[in-house]
């Protein structure tokens, strides 16, 4: 049972960048399923989530906008769409499931976490 986040890497400021989250052993759209960053020095901030019961989506304002969450459900996994890429969105980027969209930007009721991928946006 795990989640493997892969697709970070090195992108130009104003590029994109489609990172992935991948279940095995369990049913990820059963699931609340969301991104996370921490940045050198910050909290881990959650990003964006989409809800297992209706998939409503949430961003917060800080990439509201500029990154789309979204899920593949034959493939048993979640993308994060990121465009319009800035210096500051540099950061290791995890992706999480369980809870709800309430819990999770507290990191409440998570069940699996992804180890992260990296993310450098650099001219």
């Known amino acids: 049972v795990q989640l493997q986040a892969s697709g970070g890497g090195l992108v130009q400021p104003g590029g994109s960048l489609r990172p992935s989250c991948a279940a095995s052993?369990?049913?990820?759209?059963?699931?609340?399923t969301g991104w996370f960053r921490q940045a050198p020095g910050k909290e881990r901030e959650l990003l964006s989530c989409?809800?297992?019961?209706?998939?409503?989506?949430y961003y917060a304002n800080s990439v509201k906008g500029r990154f789309t969450i979204s899920r593949d459900n034959g493939k048993n996994t979640v993308y994060l769409q990121m465009n319009s890429l800035k210096p500051e969105d540099t950061a290791v980027y995890y992706c999480?499931?369980?809870?709800?969209?309430?819990?999770?930007?507290?990191?409440?009721?998570?069940?699996?976490w992804g180890k992260g991928t990296l993310v450098t946006v650099s001219s």
């Open positions: 999480a499931a369980g809870g709800s969209a309430i819990t999770m930007p507290t990191m409440s009721g998570i069940d699996y």
């Open positions: 989409i809800s297992s019961s209706d998939g409503s989506t």
């Open positions: 052993g369990f049913t990820l759209d059963y699931h609340t």
